[in-house]
């Protein structure tokens, strides 16, 4: 009796945090990473997207991984109150962004959700021809994989009568228990929690049986989630059109028969999702590229090699940081992290994720302090124009240094941006 007691448990926690990953994606951003190209964007949040928000992510989300990203690990970087989780796969790069943490779930699920998508889509990425619109489909496999529309009220997409039409009887049973939820509430939608509480009372169907259900029913679009748009969307205008056709036509080498169904594809989407897909076509810029951390001559068995050869990294890497040798710090430690992450060793993973960040810390500060000498004796010898380049260049590494979650950071940006004017304006 415990044992099912306590299997009935995880259920509901599995299917929990499900819903939980839901309520915590906010956007999600697919990158091309030989051209940089933004292949999908999609807002997931009720609010009006702030700019400064969205300009951070797609900075962050372009120019993380320089010299520390591996193809095999996930980072997660702080950007104000959220979490941008980012991985690479050969092709793309794929950034959430996150109001909270991520959860193991997300993590495990973001690098199949990477494999599929590169397979997929394999010869659109592997030749890039600016085609946007074949990429239109990708928004069904970011709903299989993270469910981010669960959360929203459904409305039922197919009569009663046809019920019989469902072959799998448990499927019926979901959608009887969801049509006599229309009706007990006499409202023409429902929201899923509901429907998978009533179910877990009036049918015989375990709770993964029921979620499963429930997805395929989602799937085959008979339960259909109902989206709201903002007030303030309107209809694009002629004006806007011409607008993105002359985008489309100074950014891309696009024929002019691929111009107008590109046009057409991005006036059909979300606003907010057509802004992103029209900033990075102006702005375009190369993805900065991982580096491959190669584990081909440790071998690893079992969990008892793994952890060995974790103990062994991790003090290599503690003798280089002494010595401030940072880069291999970072790349003893990122190996550690990969393996960590292969065999699924949570407490050394978190720990070793870390590890990495503060290494990557204390060479950026390194860099940043040998920067800013460079414009401190650049201003002293006269040379005010060089001065200023190299204050600029000392705030992009602060900003890094910022993302990496050291806040106090901010007063050190702001003096380095002050610097830089000053100097230009000499």
């Known amino acids: 009796m415990g ?30 990473l030989k051209s940089g190209a933004c292949i999908f964007y999609k807002s997931y949040s009720s609010k009006k997207l702030d700019p400064h928000l969205v300009s951070n992510f797609l900075s962050t989300a372009f120019s993380f991984g320089k ?36 959860s193991i779930i997300i993590r495990k699920h973001l690098r199949v959700f990477i494999d599929l998508i590169e397979d997929t889509y394999l010869k659109d990425l592997e030749i890039w021809k600016d085609q946007l619109y074949n990429f239109a489909n990708v928004r069904k496999i970011v709903e299989q994989f993270f469910n981010p529309s669960i959360i929203l009220v459904h409305r039922i997409n197919f009569a009663i009568s046809n019920v019989e039409a469902l072959i799998n009887a448990q499927y019926q049973d979901i959608f009887k228990v969801a049509n006599d939820l229309v009706k007990d509430t006499g409202r023409n939608f429902f929201f899923i929690s509901m429907l998978l509480k009533k179910a877990m009372k009036n049918t015989k169907q375990r709770i993964p049986e029921i979620f499963n259900s429930i997805k395929e ?81 440790i071998e690893i068995d079992d969990d008892k090699s ?86 600029q260049l000392a705030y992009k590494i602060a900003l890094e240094i910022f993302n990496l979650g050291v806040v106090e950071m901010i007063d050190i940006i702001k003096d380095l941006v002050n610097k830089s004017i000053h100097y230009a304006n000499q």
């Open 3 to 32: 044992s099912k007691k306590q299997e009935k448990e995880m259920d509901l926690a599995e299917v929990k945090a499900i819903f939980n990953d839901a309520k915590n994606l906010e956007q999600i951003l697919i990158l091309h």
């Open 217 to 297: 029913l989602r799937w085959k679009n008979i339960f259909v989630p109902l989206e709201i748009s903002p007030l303030d969307e309107v209809r694009i205008t002629q004006s806007e059109m011409n607008k993105i056709k002359q985008i489309i036509s100074d950014s891309t080498n696009l024929n002019t028969e691929e111009i107008q169904k590109l046009v057409k594809y991005l006036a059909d989407i979300n606003p907010a999702e057509r802004m992103i897909y029209l900033y990075n076509l102006s702005e375009q810029e190369i993805v900065s590229p991982p580096i491959d951390l190669n584990l081909r001559d």
């Open 67 to 102: 010299g520390i990203s591996s193809q095999d690990i996930i980072n997660v970087i702080p950007i104000g109150k959220n979490n941008l989780l980012l991985a690479d796969g050969g092709y793309i790069r794929v950034a959430l962004l996150l109001k909270e943490e991520p």
């Open 306 to 391: 793994a952890r060995k050869e974790l103990i062994k990294l991790k003090k290599n890497a503690k003798a280089l940081r002494r010595a401030k040798d940072f880069l291999n710090t970072i790349d003893f430690s990122m190996k550690a992290f990969k393996i960590a992450a292969n065999w699924h060793l949570i407490p050394e993973f978190e720990e070793l994720e870390d590890e990495v960040r503060l290494a990557k810390v204390e060479d950026l500060k390194k860099k940043l302090h040998n920067i800013k000498e460079l414009a401190k004796k650049a201003a002293s010898e006269g040379n005010n124009v060089l001065s200023s380049q190299n204050y």
